[in-house]
C-alpha cells in the first residue's frame, strides 16, 4: 500500500519568514495530493491540492510542488502570519478510494 | 461543518463496552470514510464506503464495525475487541462524481475508554 512520510514534524518560524513542508510517497500510482490544515481541536480543512499532470499551483500565499519522478511534494507558505500556526497534513489518493496521510508538520508561527 | 455531523463531540466508556459514534451528512455524498487521530500518528484509515450497503476495510479496521444502510449515515462502532479505542475520530466525505474531488471532514469525536 501507498506510505507518505512527512517532515520535519515540528517547524518555527519567523512571522513573515517562509516556510516549506516536504512529503514522499511510495506508490507510483498515487495521482492526487491534497494538504490539509488542523487547528487545535478541530476538523481538518483543505487548504490546496494538486493532480498529478501539474507541477506546481499556487493560491495566495499558498503553493504545492509535485514532483513525480521522485514521488515527491511540497508545501510552501510565504509571508508566514500567527494565523498560519497549525498542524499541516500531507496526503496521497492512490486512485483506490483510499488517501494516505502524512504524520503531520506542527508550525508555529513567532511574533 | 454543516454538512457533516459528528455525535457526541466527547464519549466516555468503560474498557469492555461496545460504542458507537454518529456520523450523518446531508452534502448527497457517495463516500464516506472513518480515520482515528493519534498524536504524532497522522490520520488512519478504519473503514471505508463507496456506496449504501457496501463497505470496505482500511489499515487498521480490526475492532471495529459499520454501517451504511442510508447514503446520510456511516456509524461507526468501537468494539471491546479494539485494544486501544481511546483516540480521537474523525468522518470525512466526498462526492462520487467527480474524479479525485477532496474529502471534506466533520468536527470528530474524541473517545476516551477507561
Known amino acids: 500500500g501507498e506510505n507518505v512520510e512527512q517532515h520535519p514534524s515540528t517547524l518555527s518560524v519567523q512571522e513573515g519568514d517562509s516556510a516549506v513542508i516536504k512529503c514522499t510517497y511510495s506508490d507510483s500510482a498515487s495521482n492526487y495530493f491534497p494538504w490539509y490544515k488542523q487547528e487545535l481541536g478541530k476538523r481538518p480543512q483543505l487548504i490546496i491540492d494538486?493532480?498529478?499532470?501539474?507541477g506546481e499551483k499556487k493560491d495566495q500565499r499558498i503553493a504545492v510542488t509535485l514532483n513525480k519522478t521522485a514521488k515527491h511534494f511540497s508545501l510552501h507558505i510565504t509571508e508566514t502570519q500567527p494565523e498560519d500556526s497549525a498542524v499541516y497534513f500531507c496526503a496521497a489518493w492512490d486512485g483506490n478510494e483510499k488517501l494516505t496521510f502524512g504524520t503531520g508538520t506542527r508550525l508555529t508561527i513567532i511574533p | 461543518d454543516g454538512g457533516i455531523t459528528q455525535s457526541p463531540k466527547y464519549l466516555f466508556r468503560k474498557e469492555g463496552q461496545n460504542v458507537t459514534l454518529s456520523c450523518e451528512q446531508n452534502l448527497n455524498h457517495d463516500a464516506m470514510y472513518w480515520y482515528r487521530q493519534d498524536p504524532g500518528q497522522g490520520l488512519r484509515l478504519i473503514y471505508y464506503?463507496?456506496?449504501?450497503?457496501?463497505?470496505q476495510k482500511g489499515d487498521i479496521a480490526e475492532g471495529y464495525s459499520v454501517s451504511r444502510e442510508k447514503k446520510e449515515s456511516f456509524p461507526l462502532t468501537v468494539t471491546s475487541a479494539q485494544k486501544n479505542p481511546t483516540a480521537f475520530y474523525l468522518c470525512?466525505?466526498?462526492?462520487?462524481?467527480?474524479?479525485?474531488?477532496?474529502?471534506?471532514f466533520g468536527n470528530g469525536t474524541r473517545l476516551t475508554v477507561t
Open positions: 494538486i493532480r498529478s499532470n501539474v
Open positions: 470525512a466525505s466526498r462526492t462520487g462524481d467527480l474524479f479525485l474531488s477532496p474529502l471534506h
Open positions: 464506503s463507496q456506496i449504501v450497503n457496501d463497505f
